[in-house]
T-cell receptor, first 114, second 111 residues
Framework: DGGITQSPKYLFRKEGQNVTLSCEQN?????MYWYRQDPGQGLRLIYY???????QKGDIAEGYSVSREKKESFPLTVTSAQKNPTAFYLC?????????????FGPGTRLTVL | KQEVTQIPAALSVPEGENLVLNCSFT??????LQWFRQDPGKGLTSLLL?????REQTSGRLNASLDKSSGRSTLYIAASQPGDSATYLC??????????FGAGTILRVKS
C-alpha cells in the first residue's frame, strides 16, 4: 500500500527534552510538509521541503528543526526552545514540480508535554 | 497574507438532509482549493481538489464549487448520513506552493 506513515502515534516529552517525530512516504513524492494543529484551529505550516537536502521555514518554525536526507523521509525535531509544543502534528506530501497537485496526509502524532 | 474562513464553525443536521459548507479566502490568486475530511484524532483525507480554472468537482454525494473572483467555495453534501460526521477543512494553495487552511466546520449528522 502506498501512503504516509508517522510514528509514534503518541509521544510524551519532559520539560527541556528534544524529541523527534518520524514521517516516511512511499508515494515517490518530491515535496513534504509538517503542520501543527491545535484544538479548534486550522493547520499551521512548520517546515516544508521541495527536494532532498533542501527545506524552508513555514509560518511557525521557531523551536523546530528538520532534515531531508532521503526523498522518502522528513523527520521533525521539537526542541526545548519550543515553549508550547503540546499539539497534533501532521506530515503531508505532494508530487513536486507543479502547484496543481493534491496533498496527502499521514495519520498524525499527538505530542504532550508532561 | 492569505486568510481562509469557514462558516459555520459547527453544524448539526438530521440524517437525510442536504447541506452546504462554506469557505472564503481573501486572495484570489490561487492555484487550487482542496476540501478535506478529518475524523477525531486522525489525519486528513482529501475529498475534492478544484483547480483555479475549474468551477466545480463532484465525487459521489459530494460537490464542491469554486468562484475564484469572489473568493468563495462551497461543499455540498447530498442525503447526509451519520457516517459523514467529521470536521471538514478547506485549504487554498497560492504562490510558494503552500496550503493555507481554514479552521474547519464540525459536522454532526443525527440518526
Amino acid at each position: 500500500d502506498g501512503g504516509i506513515t508517522q510514528s509514534p502515534k503518541y509521544l510524551f516529552r519532559k520539560e527541556g527534552q528534544n524529541v523527534t517525530l518520524s514521517c516516511e512516504q512511499n508515494l515517490n513524492h518530491d515535496a513534504m510538509y509538517w503542520y501543527r494543529q491545535d484544538p479548534g484551529q486550522g493547520l499551521r505550516l512548520i517546515y516544508y521541503s521541495q527536494i532532498v537536502n533542501d527545506f524552508q521555514k513555514g509560518d511557525i518554525a521557531e523551536g523546530y528543526s528538520v532534515s531531508r536526507e532521503k526523498k522518502e523521509s522528513f523527520p521533525l525535531t521539537v526542541t526545548s526552545a519550543q515553549k508550547n509544543p503540546t499539539a497534533f502534528y501532521l506530515c503531508a506530501s505532494t508530487v513536486g514540480g507543479t502547484s496543481s497537485n493534491e496533498q496527502f496526509f499521514g495519520p498524525g502524532t499527538r505530542l504532550t508535554v508532561l | 497574507k492569505q486568510e481562509v474562513t469557514q462558516i459555520p464553525a459547527a453544524l448539526s443536521v438530521p440524517e437525510g438532509e442536504n447541506l452546504v459548507l462554506n469557505c472564503s479566502f481573501t486572495d484570489s490568486a490561487i492555484y487550487n482549493l482542496q476540501w478535506f475530511r478529518q475524523d477525531p484524532g486522525k489525519g486528513l483525507t482529501s475529498l475534492l481538489l478544484i483547480q483555479s480554472s475549474q468551477r466545480e468537482q463532484t465525487s459521489g454525494r459530494l460537490n464542491a464549487s469554486l468562484d475564484k473572483s469572489s473568493g468563495r467555495s462551497t461543499l455540498y453534501i447530498a442525503a447526509s448520513q451519520p457516517g459523514d460526521s467529521a470536521t471538514y477543512l478547506c485549504a487554498v494553495r497560492g504562490y510558494g506552493n503552500k496550503l493555507v487552511f481554514g479552521a474547519g466546520t464540525i459536522l454532526r449528522v443525527k440518526s
